[in-house]
């Protein structure tokens, strides 16, 4: 074969429900069930591919403490912590992010588990 052969794989992102699109100054991100145990993690990105913010997510099988049953629920990795904290607050799976220091534009959110990855564009602004 003459020449060089050059290989781009894309791949479609998942989709990933964050709101309030457009945004002020915050969003809330729907972290989706059965997330693999490690390697899990959340980015977001402006339009040239800086990051703002990333942040390590795992889940735990964990007993619920008011009714015994086992929930499915995410958990950061705190830095320096050998314990896993909940990054996740409040009931469905919500994530929050404060939005208040970003620039007005367009930014890419993107959670990455595993071999998946989920993907929303939020827009911020005034």
């Not at 896993?84 to 930014?107: E, N, Q, R």
């Amino acid at each position: 074969m003459e020449g060089n052969s050059t290989h781009t794989c894309e791949v479609e992102a998942l989709p990933l429900p964050v709101y309030p699109n457009p945004t002020t100054d915050y969003i809330h991100i729907q972290i989706p069930q059965g997330l693999a145990l490690e390697h899990t993690w959340l980015q977001v990105t402006d339009l040239t591919g800086s990051i703002l913010y990333k942040n390590y997510l795992y889940t735990a099988i964990q007993p619920c403490k008011k009714c015994g049953s086992w929930i499915d629920w995410p958990f950061s990795r705190v830095a320096g912590k050998s314990d896993l904290t909940p990054a996740i607050k409040g009931s469905g799976g919500l994530f929050s992010i404060s939005t208040h220091s970003w620039p007005v534009g367009s930014y890419q959110i993107t959670l990455y588990s595993g071999s998946d990855i989920y993907g929303s564009q939020v827009v911020k602004t005034n």
